[in-house]
C-alpha cells in the first residue's frame, strides 16, 4: 500500500483512530523467518514474531535474539496490536 492510500484509508475509517508506531525488522534464519517489531510509542518495547506449522514446532532462535527473551507473550491480549493502540 502506498502512503497516500493509507493516508486515505485512515481519513475514511473511524476504526483506525488509534495506531501503534512501530519500525520492523524481517529475516530468516534456521528455516523460521522473524519478524521483530520495536514499538516505538514504548520504551523498551520488543516483540519478535514466528509463524510456525504447529505449536508443537521448535524455534531455533538466533543467538542475538534468545539473548533478549525475556518473556513468553503467545495468547496475551495485553500485546496484542489492538490493545497496544489502546494505551
Same mark, same amino acid.
Given at each position: 500500500?502506498?502512503?497516500?492510500?493509507?493516508?486515505?484509508?485512515? *481519513?475514511? &475509517?473511524?476504526?483506525?483512530?488509534? @495506531? !501503534?508506531? *512501530?519500525?520492523? &525488522?524481517?529475516?530468516?534464519? +534456521?528455516?523460521?523467518?522473524?519478524?521483530? $517489531?520495536?514499538? @516505538?510509542?514504548? *520504551?523498551?518495547? !520488543?516483540?519478535?514474531?514466528?509463524? @510456525?506449522?504447529?505449536?508443537?514446532?521448535?524455534?531455533?532462535?538466533? $543467538?542475538?535474539?534468545?539473548?533478549?527473551?525475556? &518473556?513468553?507473550?503467545?495468547?496475551?491480549?495485553?500485546?496484542? +496490536? &489492538? +490493545? @497496544?493502540? $489502546?494505551?
Amino acid at each position: 500500500i502506498f502512503e497516500c492510500e493509507m493516508q486515505d484509508y485512515i *481519513k475514511n &475509517y473511524s476504526l483506525l483512530k488509534k @495506531l !501503534v508506531a *512501530k519500525k520492523r &525488522y524481517i529475516f530468516n534464519q +534456521n528455516g523460521f523467518k522473524f519478524e521483530v $517489531d520495536e514499538c @516505538l510509542s514504548f *520504551k523498551k518495547l !520488543v516483540i519478535c514474531e514466528v509463524e @510456525l506449522e504447529s505449536e508443537e514446532t521448535e524455534i531455533i532462535f538466533p $543467538d542475538p535474539i534468545k539473548q533478549q527473551i525475556v &518473556y513468553e507473550v503467545t495468547g496475551i491480549k495485553e500485546f496484542s +496490536n &489492538y +490493545n @497496544l493502540a $489502546d494505551r
